[in-house]
Structures are given as C-alpha cells and as structure tokens.
C-alpha cells in the first residue's frame, strides 16, 4: 500500500467544512508515517554523552547545598566550549541561554572561579548569554515565546545554534502556579515543550528536591513522568541495586533517574572545590566554587555496564589506540596529584604523545587530516566503552590522557 505523500498531505479544501464521513473536517495530521518512512527521520543526537539529548526536556533537581547549579554551570560551558565533560564526549560545541531566575549575583564569582581553574579566559565570543531574571512560563505563553525570540536572536551572532536553555530555577519561572498541581505542571513542561520544539534545543529545569529526595522532585509527579530525563544531584541516596562506599560529607551524586533514549540507572560522583578569586574592597579574601570529578562514591557494577553497554572485543584503530596508551604510560607516565577532573594518583600522559605513538603505529600510509580523524574517533570509542579518559585542555587537541580503573 502507497500512502499519502506527506508533503501534500494537508487539503485546505477541506480544513473548514462541517464533518461528515467522507469530509469530516479539521486538518489532517502532517506528522504521520509508514513504519518504513522512520529510517528518513533524525536520530535522536547527544549534546552530552550518556547524560543529555538534544530537542528534548530534562529536569535535574536535588536538595538544597547540593551545588546542582554549580555543576550544570560548567557542564554549560562546556558544552559551550565544546570541550568534553568529565569523560564523557561532547559531540560538538553548541550555545547556551541560561536563565539565571534565582538572581546572578554570584555568577560573576562561579565565572571567574571556572576561569581560573580551567585557564580558560571567557571571551565575547562564547556562545553563551545569561538571562538575569525569572521568565513565567505558566498563563500565557508569551514568556514561552520571549525565550524562543531571544535564543534566535543571540544565535545570529554565533556561529552554532543554541543547544541548551536553562531554566534555574522551575519553581522561579512557574510563580503563581501550584507545584503539586498536576494542571500547572503540565502547563509547564508544555511550554518547556513548546520552547523545546521551536528552538530544537535541550530545555534544562532545575528543580528541588521533594522532603524525601529519594521519592523524586518536590511536587506534581507530572514532572518525573513527563520528562525525557531525570537527575538526581546531592548527597548519596540509596538506589536499588546500587551501592555507595567511601562518601564523605563533600561528596555529590548525579543519578540518571530516567532518560527515555539512553541507559539510566546510574551515576558519578563528583565535589565542590572551592577557588579563591581575588579580595572585596575591605581586602578580605573571595571564594567561589566549580565542580570537579570525585570518586568518593561509586555505582555497581551493574549500573556501569547498563550505562556503558555490552563489552565487545576491540578491533582496528581502537586497539591500536589503546595498545599505543599502555605502552606511553608505561614509558612516559607520572602520576597525578588529583585536580581538574583527573583522579588522585592516576598515571597520565598528555595527549600528544599519545597521538604520535598511534600515529608511529599506524603507519605512514595514514597521513594528514584522515590520520587526525582516526585518532579522534579511536579516542572516542575507547570513551565511551570506559577505557580510558582524554581530558582536553581548549580546542587546539592539547590536554591530558589516562587509563580508568587504576
């Protein structure tokens, strides 16, 4: 059977005409496939590796003090960067409108703290805009309609679209809404839908944590149901089948509640480090914080394999890969004193050198930008099957390279 061309599906003729059976009125739905047709549509594209998609809705939530918004700051600008997060890939650099609802006081200080840490200098040419106060998102959907209007206008300036919007926080931007509503939740997540489908962007919420942060966030489980993924941020809770050892009173858990389209199931650890950024007018000492990787607490097994996927034997460029970093930690690696995401005592090597023993490897019939790709994809592979970590350090392919499980 030939189905309708979907191009021309839609008949003005008859979009207004009173029902009947054979002209029953109203338009015909556009969006309506054969299941061989499903090969032509897009495939749901990470913004970040096993955490978050791009075009659709999250909502991260965790109890007060648990730095959430610290964290997803600088998996922000991260992935304004484009830099990789924690270990896990950034397929490419994408902008960033962050609504800052709660005030954007102190994120003058988180700017300057994530810029010293990193010895990344934030320039006007980062796509990245912070909006300074809440936009309501409930009643109307003007407020809905501003962000779509104001997304679209920074990204004329940049050279990416933009791929993530948060809203920090949902109770700020839904004022005059009851959060244990069912209807104004809906009302919510349906314009974070509309945003969502206007943009094609991640719509990010930060949200708290109910007064049992283990049952899920504050209020309306229309939140949790209706999202395409669901974090946890905070203090180590007990999930089923997991277990958490060494924590310590720093310590912070991201746990994949839900995610529609990927493994969920797990988590990772990670602690606020505090930064010192300079002195106030009475010349006392300024502090602020970024968030570094920690492995003070940890998944089962289990958990990891579910998030990571089935072991398959490595071949090709892959092996090649991790054969040429066990052989340069062997001959050229130190250890490392813990700091910017690298594990305490891990032995590491920059990535350099790494390169150009899989280039010695590979041989000279590989040459150029093809070689280049090579590397970058065995990389990638050898990422996200959890064998080995490459920390980069800015655009230019500099940075740091370790084994995971020391």
């Known amino acids: 059977m030939t189905g309708p061309d979907i191009g021309t599906m839609w008949d003005p003729e008859i979009d207004n005409h009173g029902g009947t059976v054979d002209n029953p009125g109203g338009t015909i739905i556009r969006e309506a496939y054969q299941l061989h047709q499903l090969d032509d ?42 830099w990789d997060w924690h270990g896990d890939r950034v397929p490419k650099a994408a902008g960033v409108l962050y609504i800052a609802a709660e005030g954007a006081s102190g994120f003058r200080d988180r700017r300057v703290a994530w810029e010293k840490h990193h010895g990344a200098p934030i320039g006007e040419t980062l796509p990245f805009v912070l909006i300074t106060r809440p936009v309501g998102m409930l009643k109307t959907e003007e407020g809905a309609r501003s962000i779509v209007a104001t997304a679209k206008e920074w990204e004329r300036g940049f050279n990416v679209p933009i791929g993530l919007i948060v809203l920090d926080t949902l109770s700020q931007c839904s004022v005059g809404g009851d959060g244990n509503s069912d209807k104004d939740m809906g009302e919510y997540l349906s314009r974070c839908g509309l945003v969502r489908q206007l943009t094609g962007a991640h719509i990010l919420s930060v949200h708290h944590a109910g007064k049992n942060a283990a049952s899920g966030p504050r209020g309306s489980s229309v939140i949790a149901g209706n999202v395409d993924t669901l974090v946890y941020i905070g203090p180590p809770l007990a999930r089923e089948g997991a277990t958490i050892t060494g924590t310590t009173d720093k310590a912070r858990r991201l746990w994949l509640d839900k995610q529609k389209s990927g493994p969920d199931g797990w988590g990772r650890a ?29 998944t089962t097994k289990e958990a990891d394999k579910k998030a990571r996927g089935p072991a398959r034997e490595l071949t090709g460029y892959a092996k090649k890969a991790l054969d040429a970093l066990v052989d340069i930690l062997a001959k050229h690696g130190t250890r490392h004193a813990g700091a910017d995401g690298i594990p305490a005592n891990a032995q590491t090597v920059p990535i350099e050198k790494w390169r150009q023993e899989f280039y010695d490897r590979t041989g000279p ?11 970058t994809r065995a990389v990638h592979t050898l990422m996200e ?15 740091t390279a370790w084994r995971t499980g020391q």
């Open 270 to 298: 990670f602690a606020p480090l505090s930064v010192h950024i300079g002195q106030d007018e009475d010349g006392e000492d300024v502090w602020s914080f970024v968030t570094v990787a920690s492995d003070e607490a940890v």
């Open 41 to 82: 549509l897009p495939r749901c594209e990470w913004l970040v590796k096993r955490h978050i998609f791009r075009d659709q809705i999250s909502c991260w939530y965790g109890p007060p003090g648990s730095h959430k918004s610290f964290l997803i700051f600088d998996m922000a600008l991260h992935i304004a960067h484009g």
């Open 385 to 399: 099957r959890g064998e080995a970590v490459a920390r980069y350090h800015g655009n230019k392919g500099n940075g």
């Open 365 to 375: 019939n590989d040459q150029g930008e093809q070689r280049r790709k090579e590397f």
